[in-house]
């Protein structure tokens, strides 16, 4: 690893642990402020929204990084889809609330929906910023500008919560973070689509993006089909137990994952010729996960019960059976991510 590859490592760490880390004592502070109903009713209508974002980006921006020689023209058809998708997916998913909401038991849920799901049009916005930083491996300006989105959607979500808002302080808070995070990359980021809108370039990027995109979207909806079960079939309440100890466990679990694929997935597109170089590489940093990850499960497993207690407090008592099943579930699935 030479030096610019591991300063994008180091700053892609801080980008992982600060934004998760903050997100997690915000969600901390606010679990102390809303009841676990609060949580399940955003566990649930949440579903909808990150199903959608799967599919507006369609695996098109690792398509991108992974192409030798990128055009404007390249990025331009992908941005023309990226706000096109986005833009028709907030569309269905506004003028179907109505029978999202009756589906889900949950009739407030179609206002809830029409708000919650702004944040897909301002994270289709700012794919393009992400990829280009991305492929200069500049990810200290991605880590300033996502800690900030999340400390200031933080701070507005709590002073909501603080104020009696509910259910809506954790709405408002995505749709801050997702729309202050596109403004801060566009305002940083000076990329204007000067190229072409070009079919054959967009079915070359679909051609590989959609593989991405159907195993992106098995695994969201294989994750959150549990929303969707303990909030239909159970209460809400339980989906907030369910969901504060996913956030818990996901924070070192999805943090030390994406942090190796952010960096790695660059590098190792330029190995994809050499099998042998490939496979070590991956061999290397599954092993160097295993040694950090498999004692934090470990802990958070066999302490569930004290854990969700001094953090969260005697009301979320319950949440403390799925901390310690998901803790170690969560280990064993993110030595197959980074593999597969």
């Not at 399940?40 to 369609?58: A, E, M, R, W």
């Not at 339980?238 to 956030?247: H, P, S, V």
């Amino acid at each position: 690893m030479n030096i610019r590859e591991f300063k994008a490592f180091f700053w892609s760490f801080v980008d992982g642990v600060g934004s998760q880390g903050s997100q997690l004592i915000i969600t901390i502070m606010l679990a102390r402020l809303l009841t676990p109903a609060d949580f399940g009713v955003i566990g649930l209508i949440s579903v909808v929204v990150y199903l959608s974002n799967v599919i507006g980006n369609g695996g098109l921006n690792n398509s991108l990084i992974r192409k030798a020689k990128v055009s404007a023209d390249d990025f331009t058809s992908v941005f023309v889809f990226n706000i096109t998708v986005g833009i028709l997916l907030y569309a269905i998913i506004f003028f179907s609330s109505g029978f999202l909401a009756h589906f889900l038991k949950l009739p407030e849920a179609e206002v809830y929906l029409k708000v919650y799901a702004l944040s897909i049009i301002f994270t289709s916005f700012e794919q393009i910023q992400r990829v280009t930083l991305t492929l200069d491996l500049n990810f200290r300006t991605q880590a300033k500008i996502t800690l900030f989105s999340v400390i200031f959607s933080g701070v507005i979500a709590l002073i909501l919560a603080h104020s009696g808002f509910g259910v809506w302080a954790l709405i408002i808070q995505t749709v801050v973070l997702s729309s202050v995070r596109c403004v801060i990359f566009w305002c940083v980021i000076r990329w204007k689509p000067t190229g072409q809108f070009k079919w054959p370039l967009l079915l070359e990027h679909l051609n590989f993006g959609y593989k991405l995109l159907l195993g992106n979207f098995v695994d969201v909806a294989y994750r959150y089909m549990f929303n969707l079960g303990i909030g239909k079939f159970y209460s809400v309440t339980d989906l907030g137990f369910y969901n504060q100890a996913t956030k818990l466990t996901e924070v070192p679990s999805m943090t030390i994952t994406s942090v190796v694929r952010r960096v790695n997935y660059p590098i190792i597109s330029k190995l994809r010729h050499n099998n042998k170089c490939y496979f070590g590489n991956l061999i290397n940093i599954a092993s160097y996960i295993i040694s950090v990850y498999l004692p934090v499960s470990l802990w958070l497993s066999f302490n569930s019960h004290d854990i969700i207690l001094k953090l969260l407090g005697e009301r979320w008592v319950g949440a403390s059976l799925f901390l310690s099943i998901l803790s170690l579930a969560f280990f064993c699935c993110a030595i197959i991510k980074l593999i597969w």
